[in-house]
C-alpha cells in the first residue's frame, strides 16, 4: 500500500492555486462591461468606490467569488500625470493608464462585475445596508462598500508646480529616483519633512539642494548635519516653476533670481479624494488617513478601504496589495452571513 503523504492546508492553496493559474480561458478578454441603466440591476452585493488600482483588484477578487458588483469611478487617479510606473515586478516602466486599462479588460471576465464612470457624491445607511448616489443622479444600493478613492494633492502656490507634479516634481525616489540618479536635485520641504528627504535623497544623487520656500524650520543640529554633507539650504520664497511640458528647468525665486535643476522631491499636503466614508462615521487617523484594520476594515461595520486612502506608501504595487485583504474578508464575510441565517 502506498503511503498517502500528509501536505499543510497552506501547500493544498498554494497547490490549487497554481493549477488553476494553467487551465486554458473559456473565453476570450472582453470590452469593459459599463453599467447599462436599462437593463442592469441596481441592487449589489459590493459597491467599490474608485476603480483604479486598488479598487479594480478587489472587484477581481469579488467577481471570483461570484459576488455582484458595481465600481463607480470618475476616471481621474491622482496619478494621470505620471509617465512610468516603476518598482512594480513585470510592470516596471509602463504607463499607468496602460496598467490600468489591462486590468479594467481583465476584471470584465467575470460577468457579475459592472463599471460606473461617475463621480459618488453621497451615501446613506439603509436597513439593508447603504446607497450610493451619484453626480449624474443614479442611486444604487449594497450590502457592503469598498472606498478605493486615493488621495488628493493639495498643490502649494507655486506657478508650475501641479503642471509638473508626477513628471519632474516627485514624491518618491523608489518610485521615480532611478530615472533621475546623480542629477542636480532639489528638495522642496521645510523642518523634520526636509531633514528626513534629505537623507533618504542622498542615496541616489549627491548633487542635492533643499528649498524651504521661506524661512528655515530646520534645528541647528539638522543644519549641521545636512550641510556636513554638502547639502545646500536655500531659504528664499519661490514664485513659480519654469518648464518645458512638465519638465522643470529652473526655480524662480520672489527676487527674480533663479536656480537651475532637473528634478524636485515634494511631498504636498493631502485630503481625502472623496468624503463619503466621513459622512458614513468612517474614523481618519491623525494624518488624515482612512483608519483600518489589518484585514482593510473602517471603524463602520460592513464598510472596507483599500489604497493610497489608507496609507502613506503612495505606490501601485501597494495599492494592489491591499485588494486581496480587502476583497476577500469581504467575501468571507458575506458568506459566513449567509451560510447562517
Not at 245 to 253: A, H, P, Q, S
Not at 319 to 327: H, L, M, Q, R, V
Request: proline residues 3%; contains cysteine; glycine residues 8%.
Amino acid at each position: 500500500m502506498t503511503e498517502t503523504k500528509k501536505i499543510s492546508r497552506r501547500e493544498l492553496i498554494k497547490q490549487g492555486g497554481l493549477a488553476l493559474s494553467v487551465l486554458p480561458l473559456p473565453f476570450p478578454l472582453l470590452t469593459f462591461s459599463n453599467f447599462n441603466e436599462m437593463t442592469d440591476n441596481k441592487i449589489f452585493d459590493v459597491i467599490i468606490v474608485g476603480g483604479s488600482y486598488a479598487g479594480l483588484s478587489a472587484a477581481m477578487a469579488l467577481g471570483r467569488a461570484l459576488r455582484n458588483v458595481l465600481i463607480i469611478d470618475s476616471g481621474l487617479p491622482c496619478n494621470r500625470q505620471t509617465p512610468h510606473s516603476h518598482n512594480f515586478i513585470t510592470q516596471d516602466g509602463e504607463k499607468p493608464s496602460v496598467i490600468a486599462e489591462k486590468a479594467k479588460r481583465q476584471v470584465l471576465k467575470y460577468d457579475t462585475v459592472k463599471f460606473l464612470t461617475d463621480l459618488a457624491v453621497n451615501g446613506t445607511k439603509t436597513d439593508k445596508g447603504f446607497e450610493i448616489s451619484t453626480q449624474s443622479g443614479k442611486l444604487f444600493s449594497a450590502k457592503k462598500l469598498v472606498f478605493a478613492t486615493g488621495l488628493k494633492d493639495i498643490m502649494p502656490n507655486i506657478k508650475g508646480f501641479s503642471e509638473c507634479w508626477g513628471i519632474s516634481v516627485i514624491h518618491c525616489p523608489y518610485c521615480h529616483g532611478y530615472e533621475v540618479k546623480d542629477q542636480k536635485t532639489g528638495i522642496l520641504a521645510n523642518g523634520n519633512s526636509a531633514f528626513n528627504l534629505a537623507q533618504l535623497i542622498r542615496n541616489w544623487t549627491k548633487d542635492l539642494t533643499i528649498f524651504t520656500n521661506g524661512k528655515s524650520e530646520l534645528t541647528q543640529d539638522q543644519t549641521d548635519k545636512i550641510k556636513r554633507h554638502n547639502i545646500s539650504i536655500v531659504e528664499r520664497k519661490i514664485t513659480s516653476l519654469k518648464h518645458k511640458n512638465g519638465v522643470v528647468e529652473e526655480i524662480i525665486f520672489a527676487d527674480n533670481s533663479t536656480f537651475e535643476l532637473k528634478a524636485i522631491y515634494s511631498r504636498p499636503a493631502f485630503e481625502q479624494h472623496c468624503k463619503i466614508p466621513e459622512l458614513l462615521g468612517c474614523e481618519l487617523t491623525e494624518q488624515g488617513l482612512i483608519k483600518v484594520d489589518t484585514f482593510q476594515k473602517t471603524t463602520v461595520d460592513n464598510i472596507f478601504a483599500c489604497g493610497d486612502n489608507t496609507n502613506p506608501f503612495r505606490a501601485v504595487s501597494y495599492a494592489i496589495s491591499t485588494w486581496g485583504i480587502a476583497g476577500v474578508v469581504l467575501n468571507n464575510a458575506m458568506t459566513e452571513e449567509e451560510f447562517l441565517k
